[in-house]
């Protein structure tokens, strides 16, 4: 039986983890396991996929290694073993030049039920011919029509939509020439079809193999247990050694200019844009990453870093999105880039960033500046946060390209060590001059023309209808009989029920029946909420506001508010001033909205100015929330109206990439106030209030509008009822919420709006007045349009919330429903990249959704069936467990300790106490189908549905909604001054 050898091992005493390295001798396989004492266990495998076509075969491939194995030879393992599992996270990625395949799990035994079904799919994929259809892309003939379908095809669709993605694929494609990152990864839905089943089984004979794989590993688990079992299911019966795979190097001796075209919206002149880009190294060599991290920090890092300044401070456009350290490529890219431009304007903008580019290499810039930079890396090794995924996993998938391009493995998860070199380099004044000098010399560079074309989509469209018909008029009758026959026997196979007896699962008897504690909240008779929490050497201090009682009009501009405050001036300095030294102290910071919705309550809102640095950072913690909470600065006209104007565009030119959160929120707003809220700040019901916000950013009196209408929010914020909620290892927190000065409402009315006197008079307007023609409900029944190539359907009906009986079964027909009826039908036979039903009891909403979707009537033709099946379908015993599994991870999913303390006061709020959640855990465990099927026709068989939908198009049938053009709506009403 194949061995894996110890190379080395580092213990990292920031993450309480030691690294120990493996590498099998036989084939090569490496194996790298972070062994600590956490509660998650997770694995990883990855393998290089290099291809050399936009075919999509990597991303293709991806999706059919999970579509059945020699050992489970399942139609879908993974989706079932996503209802069979209590893992809380499962999936796999494919990136330019490697696919991933990770999944974490707090069970033990459900850990390696995984590991098997994962080693099986990718090392013995059936790939499947009629998977390959289903999955990949394959013909359609409807009503003698030759079209396409398939849900990666769709789903590509949908990713075009992004006008950053076709910026980002034109420079890599340009600059690393030669190479794989030339190619589109995931597919080119007009090259996808140039893919055949057997250059798909081709590509995973030569990339999926031992002798490229590389795994790892974590938690409380010997690794020699997870290598016995490597051995046993993999290395035993894969024999030899393949050469490693390696994406190319690309030569670029001279600079490089390219032309990239991406979609825009019609009747705009100003969205055109240029960017640099530079090869800096070998992404994998530390050297080469941290200093570009320092560049990245030292160039863009805050307002008053230089490039940032100058393209802020231009009078002209605005920066990029795509702006910074590129690691995504085994030659790391450092990216600068200007939009909001005119067509003339962009030798302008290549003049600018060049000359702030010479002023850096000869002035340099602020060693505080780099020291803060420093800081914030040695935070982020400390940071325990997980967000949508668990932080182990993030960290191993940050050190997988590290690991495959040969890079130092310990330093992929310790920053130690480079930390020590920079802190000595920085002390040189000349340091940092020196790399921006090397930057400008280095001929290895891109000059892009970023141009904007309103007819991107209808080119592509009239492209795939050209090959479309050419096709179809050389098809045989041979060739026109195997689509029919490869349509029926698909159409079999996914409506047969498929054995899943040979999948391992875990069943509701074997979790806990006991609800997950979560912090206390305790008492406050100062106001001030502690909560001692294992948070590794990390504080973390909230400055609350509840603003529930503020009217719903306020709204737009309190979102608005928090946007723009973190980039203005404070306490006597300027923005810029201000910028660097809220940096220079604490390496987070933020200020945002948090609505909650408990049962038989009304929506509760705070608004939140967060800090959270290392425990030393104590002081500067609470000078920055004192700053910001007492001394704003609102005479910043001109700042104020460059932020409004960025955000307001930065939302308008993406309509069709939030295309499925406004349908989902338009559909819910209607039956909802947390949705309600949602809508009017983020959702369609907003765009209105965009437009109007970009055009006062326009003008002198427009910024003089929203400068007091920013002023008159804080004045009545400050006039709220206040917490301050802090938390952290430290037993100096109530000392950091003593070291928080607040101001006294009335004094700090009395100095908002803060204006110069050379200032304009202030407009005289009310917080309070609404929009001009505000729209009086959310747009439910709406196709929302703008241009794209895929659809997003929703709808959502009023349900009870999670005190109700009713709710847990609820819960559970969402997730019944979603794996026995929708999946099948959304996404294998209707082709959408997703579909689902959730219930969401805090909102009191259950919702149909479907995403990138080729289809829309017919859609929700499958919602209505699938509402109508609940009541009919014979549903076994084991799907009913499965659902009954769903529920309880989605209730377990583990929580960092500040996002538990975050749950806890959130949970608090809604007044929903530990008895409360235990009662509807035991109503989940105990649900029977009687009680599923009651709850469904109470609540969504015998009231109908509230629906919206994005519209990529407006030729196909809509269903009975109402086209709304969601560029014109945010042109459409005015704001109040």
């Known amino acids: 039986m194949p061995t894996f050898e110890k190379r080395h091992s580092h213990a990292i005493p920031s993450l309480r983890s030691t690294i120990e390295v493996y590498v099998e001798p036989l084939s090569g396989a490496q194996h790298i396991h972070v062994a600590n004492e956490h509660s998650e266990l997770a694995f990883l495998v990855a393998f290089p996929t290099v291809p050399d076509t936009s075919d999509g075969r990597a991303h293709i491939l991806e999706h059919l290694s999970l579509a059945g194995s020699k050992r489970y030879p399942v139609r879908d393992p993974f989706f079932a073993m996503m209802r069979r599992s209590t893992a809380p996270f499962m999936n796999a990625m494919t990136y330019a030049d490697r696919t991933v395949y990770p999944y974490a799990s707090t069970d033990r035994n459900d850990f390696f039920n995984l590991l098997d079904v994962y080693l099986d799919a990718t090392f013995f994929p059936r790939l499947d011919y009629l998977n390959f259809l289903q999955e990949g892309w394959r013909h359609t003939l409807a009503d003698g029509q030759l079209g396409y379908q398939g849900v990666v095809f769709n789903e590509m669709k949908g990713a075009f939509s992004d006008p950053m993605r076709a910026m980002y694929g034109g420079i890599t494609a340009a600059l690393l020439r030669g190479t794989t990152y030339e190619f589109v990864s995931g597919g080119d839905p007009l090259a996808i079809p140039d893919l055949t089943h057997r250059m798909l089984k081709d590509f995973h004979a030569t990339h999926y193999h031992p002798s490229q794989a590389v795994f790892m590993t974590a938690g409380p688990i010997a690794a020699t247990e997870i290598q016995e079992r490597i051995a046993q299911r993999v290395l035993a019966e894969i024999p030899g050694v393949l050469p490693r795979l390696q994406p190319e190097l690309a030569d670029v001796a001279t600079p490089r200019t390219a032309v990239i075209r991406v979609p825009a919206q019609a009747g705009r002149d100003d969205d055109f844009g240029f960017q640099l880009a530079w090869v800096t190294g070998e992404s994998a060599d530390a050297a080469v990453h941290y200093e570009t991290r320092l560049l990245q920090a030292g160039l863009l890092g805050d307002a008053s870093a230089p490039l940032a300044r100058a393209m802020e401070t231009a009078g002209f456009g605005r920066p990029s999105r795509l702006n910074g350290m590129d690691p995504g490529a085994r030659q790391m890219l450092f990216h600068l880039g200007m939009a909001g431009l005119r067509e003339e304007q962009a030798d302008s903008a290549r003049q600018l960033l060049w000359q702030a580019l010479e002023r850096t290499a000869e002035e340099g810039v602020p060693h505080a500046m780099l020291r803060a930079a420093l800081r914030d890396i040695r935070f982020g090794q400390r940071d325990t946060s997980s967000g949508g995924m668990p932080n182990v996993l993030q960290r191993m998938l940050q050190a997988v390209p590290v690991v495959m391009r040969g890079g130092d493995v310990h330093g992929a998860f310790d920053s130690d060590k480079a930390l020590g070199v920079l802190e000595e380099r920085i002390a040189d004044p000349a340091y940092f001059r020196n790399l921006v000098r090397a930057m400008l010399d280095n001929p290895a560079r891109l000059e892009a023309a970023i141009v904007p074309d309103p007819g991107y989509f209808d080119a592509r469209a009239a492209l795939e209808k050209e090959r479309l018909a050419g096709r179809q008029a050389a098809l045989t009758e041979a060739e026109r009989a195997r689509i029919v026959a490869d349509s029926a026997a698909l159409d079999e196979q996914q409506r047969r029920r498929g054995d899943t007896s040979v999948l391992p699962r875990i069943h509701p008897s074997e979790v806990s029946r006991v609800t997950r504690t979560l912090p206390v909240v305790p008492a406050a008779p100062g106001g001030a909420f502690l909560f001692p929490v294992a948070s590794n050497g990390i504080s973390q201090a909230r400055v609350q506001y509840d603003i529930s009682a503020l009217p719903p009009a306020d709204w737009p501009w309190l979102q608005l508010y928090c946007e723009l405050r973190q980039g203005l001036g404070v306490d006597g300095r300027d923005y810029q001033a201000a910028s660097a030294w809220r940096k220079e102290r604490v390496p987070v910071f933020a200020i945002g909205l948090q609505p909650s919705l408990g049962a038989g309550k009304p929506l509760a809102l705070e608004l939140q100015f967060l800090a959270s640095g290392l425990e030393e950072d104590h002081a500067g913690i609470a000078e920055v929330l004192t700053a910001y909470v007492g001394s704003p600065r609102f005479d910043e006209y001109e700042r104020i109206g460059f932020l409004a104007a960025r955000l307001a565009r930065s939302r308008l030119t993406n309509l069709a990439q939030a295309g499925n959160r406004y349908a989902a929120l338009a559909a819910e707003a209607p039956l909802s106030a947390l949705r309600r809220f949602e809508d009017a700040v983020g959702g369609a019901t907003a765009l209105p209030f965009t437009g109007e916000i970009e055009r006062l950013a326009g003008t002198g009196e427009g910024r003089a509008v929203l400068a007091a209408r920013l002023a008159q929010v804080h004045a009545a914020l400050l006039g709220c009822p206040v917490s301050v909620l802090c938390a952290g290892s430290s037993g100096e927190l109530a000392a950091l919420a003593g070291a928080i000065v607040l101001p006294a409402p009335a004094a700090a009315a009395a100095r908002s709006p803060a204006a110069p006197d050379d200032a304009a008079p202030l407009p005289d307007t009310s917080l309070a007045a609404p929009l001009a023609r505000p729209l009086a409900t959310p747009l439910a029944n709406a196709a929302l349009h703008a241009p794209g190539q895929v659809n997003h359907c929703s709808a959502a009906w009023a349900v009870p919330g999670p005190t109700h009986p009713d709710a847990a079964a609820l819960s559970v027909a969402a997730q019944l429903m979603t794996n026995q009826l929708l999946h099948t039908a959304i996404r294998e036979q209707g082709g959408a990249y997703g579909g689902h039903a959730s219930n969401s009891p805090h909102a009191g ?38 659902a009954i599994i769903g529920v309880i991870k989605g209730l377990d999913r583990p929580l960092s300790p500040f996002d538990a303390v975050g ?22 465990l105990d649900c029977t189908l009687a009680e599923v099927r009651a709850a469904v026709d109470t609540w969504l068989r015998t009231a109908p549905a509230s629906r919206a939908a994005f519209a990529g198009n407006l030729a196909q049938d809509l269903d009975g909604l109402v086209p709304v053009d969601l560029a014109q709506l945010a042109g459409a009403v005015g704001v109040a001054a």
Do not use: C, K, N
């Open 903 to 924: 749950v806890a006061w959130t949970e608090h709020r809604r007044g929903m106490d530990a008895a409360t959640r235990q009662r509807f855990r035991e109503r989940v």
């Open 845 to 882: 909403i259950f919702s149909l959704a479907s995403y990138r979707d080729p289809r829309l009537a017919a859609t929700y033709a499958d919602f209505a069936a699938a509402i109508e099946a609940m009541a009919t379908r014979d549903f076994d015993t084991e799907q009913l467990e499965e």
